[in-house]
């Protein structure tokens, strides 16, 4: 069962990797088989981060999920953005955030500053 560890450098040497994962899962720490997990685990995460990249999410359509999970309304959005002509303006991208916006929704509606910066 023991053989060379090797980079992951497609998806079939990916497959492979998370197949010999699933039989080592459980292994008890300091053991070879314990080793072997933990190496392909780093393997498998840098190759995921590399091929399985996801963008963060456009600011807009972050708060609009936001705004969706808590059940809020564009009203509810009033003392966060502004004006309701400034939050249909924001929403249908016409108007950027503001850094005053940007720290209001990261503060209160715990949207990521790094999403909320982004171009909509």
Known sequence: MVTDVRPIR????YEI?????ATLWGA???????DRLDVLATLIDVYEAKAHAMDPPDPVEAIKF?????GMTRKDLEDIIGTRTRIAEVLNRKR???IGMIRRLHDRLGIS????????
């Open 96 to 98: 950027s955030l503001s």
């Open 66 to 70: 936001r705004m969706e999970q808590q």
């Open 113 to 120: 500053a790094e999403v909320l910066i982004r171009p909509s």
């Open 10 to 13: 497609n998806e079939d040497d």
């Open 17 to 21: 990797a998370l197949a010999d994962v």
């Open 28 to 34: 008890a720490s300091g053991t070879p088989e314990g």
